[in-house]
């Protein structure tokens, strides 16, 4: 018979779980931009809003004295949002492979602009991104067994300070967060989510569902949750607009398979006649 974990670890297992999952979110959108030589399927100010909100958190963090790691990790999200920066000014100025190749106007066989390549995946998409995320998740658990066994006892009134520097901080990165998944979302209704990687959204739900839990796993004290509801509105909101743009992936791809299926029905006829 299995032994009930207590929220202690619970909370502690989620935690490792959220910070596994925030290492790697960003992974699958650079090598995607690095593969496809273009990061067109960003929004730039996606990319400044999430940016900002990670200075926020960076600097919130040093304001209330965390532990070096989460300081650490701040600064490493910071870093990943400056790559990605780099990357779609980076390929803008670069020449594009289209570019690059000599296209006979006079030849109707030849494309004008050549789409580029959707770099094939290992596995499909309804076994890749399920498979890579509960691999993730695995490793958070791993983490959390290696490093962090002892029994961690979590008072039913912990000690709670409201400090309103901490708090603004907290709600201006909360506020930084939910803002700059509007621009992304209105830009891939331009790009149908071309170029735009599938599993950074899938890590970055999984990484706030996790981290929320951990909150919660805590204490459900009103107070405790009071201080930390600027990270609460800020990672479960954040869930809902991402699930917004998974939606978009899902309608774009099953519009795009219809249009192929009309496309290929209207050759069929064609050959025919």
Same mark, same amino acid.
């Given at each position: 018979?299995?032994?009930?974990?207590? #929220?202690?670890?619970?909370?502690? !297992?989620?935690? =490792?779980?959220?910070?596994?999952?925030?290492?790697?979110?960003?992974?699958?959108? *650079?090598?995607?931009?690095?593969?496809?030589?273009?990061?067109?399927?960003?929004?730039?100010?996606?990319?400044?809003?999430?940016?900002?909100?990670? !200075?926020?958190?960076?600097?919130?963090? $040093?304001?209330?004295?965390?532990?070096? @790691?989460? *300081?650490?990790?701040?600064?490493?999200? @910071? *870093?990943?949002?400056?790559?990605? %920066?780099?990357? +779609?000014?980076?390929?803008?100025?670069?020449?594009?492979?289209?570019?690059?190749?000599? $296209?006979?106007?006079?030849?109707?066989?030849?494309?004008? /602009? #050549?789409? #580029?390549?959707?770099?094939?995946?290992?596995?499909?998409?309804? %076994?890749?991104?399920?498979?890579?995320?509960?691999?993730?998740?695995?490793?958070?658990?791993?983490?959390?067994?290696? @490093?962090?066994?002892?029994?961690?006892?979590?008072?039913?009134?912990?000690?709670?300070? /409201?400090?309103?520097?901490?708090?603004?901080?907290?709600?201006?990165? &909360?506020? /930084?967060?939910?803002?700059?998944? $509007? #621009?992304?979302?209105?830009?891939? =209704?331009?790009?149908?989510?071309?170029?735009?990687?599938?599993?950074?959204?899938?890590?970055?739900?999984?990484?706030? $569902? @996790?981290?929320?839990?951990? !909150?919660?796993?805590?204490?459900?004290?009103?107070?405790?949750? /009071?201080?930390?509801?600027?990270?609460?509105?800020?990672?479960?909101?954040? +869930?809902? %607009?991402?699930?917004?743009?998974? &939606?978009?992936? &899902?309608?774009?791809?099953?519009?795009?398979?219809?249009?192929?299926?009309?496309?290929?029905?209207?050759?069929?006829?064609?050959?025919?006649?």
């Amino acid at each position: 018979m299995m032994v009930p974990l207590s #929220p202690a670890v619970m909370s502690n !297992i989620a935690g =490792y779980m959220s910070i596994a999952t925030w290492i790697v979110v960003y992974s699958p959108q *650079i090598w995607e931009n690095y593969q496809l030589q273009s990061g067109e399927g960003l929004s730039v100010p996606f990319i400044v809003l999430w940016l900002l909100g990670d !200075i926020t958190n960076l600097f919130g963090g $040093i304001m209330a004295k965390l532990l070096p @790691t989460m *300081i650490i990790l701040a600064v490493y999200y @910071t *870093i990943c949002d400056l790559i990605l %920066l780099f990357q +779609v000014y980076y390929y803008r100025r670069k020449p594009s492979p289209a570019a690059r190749t000599h $296209i006979d106007p006079n030849d109707e066989s030849t494309p004008l /602009l #050549p789409e #580029p390549k959707q770099p094939k995946p290992l596995l499909p998409p309804s %076994l890749e991104y399920p498979v890579m995320l509960g691999f993730v998740l695995l490793s958070g658990v791993g983490a959390w067994y290696i @490093t962090d066994q002892d029994e961690v006892k979590i008072p039913e009134k912990p000690e709670v300070e /409201l400090e309103w520097k901490s708090q603004l901080l907290g709600w201006m990165s &909360a506020v /930084l967060y939910l803002g700059s998944r $509007i #621009p992304q979302i209105v830009h891939n =209704y331009k790009t149908r989510c071309a170029g735009l990687s599938l599993a950074m959204f899938f890590f970055a739900i999984s990484g706030n $569902i @996790t981290y929320v839990l951990s !909150i919660f796993f805590t204490s459900m004290n009103p107070r405790y949750i /009071l201080a930390n509801l600027p990270w609460l509105a800020g990672s479960g909101l954040t +869930v809902f %607009l991402d699930l917004f743009v998974l &939606a978009q992936f &899902a309608v774009f791809n099953w519009q795009d398979k219809k249009k192929e299926k009309v496309f290929a029905s209207d050759e069929d006829d064609d050959e025919e006649a």
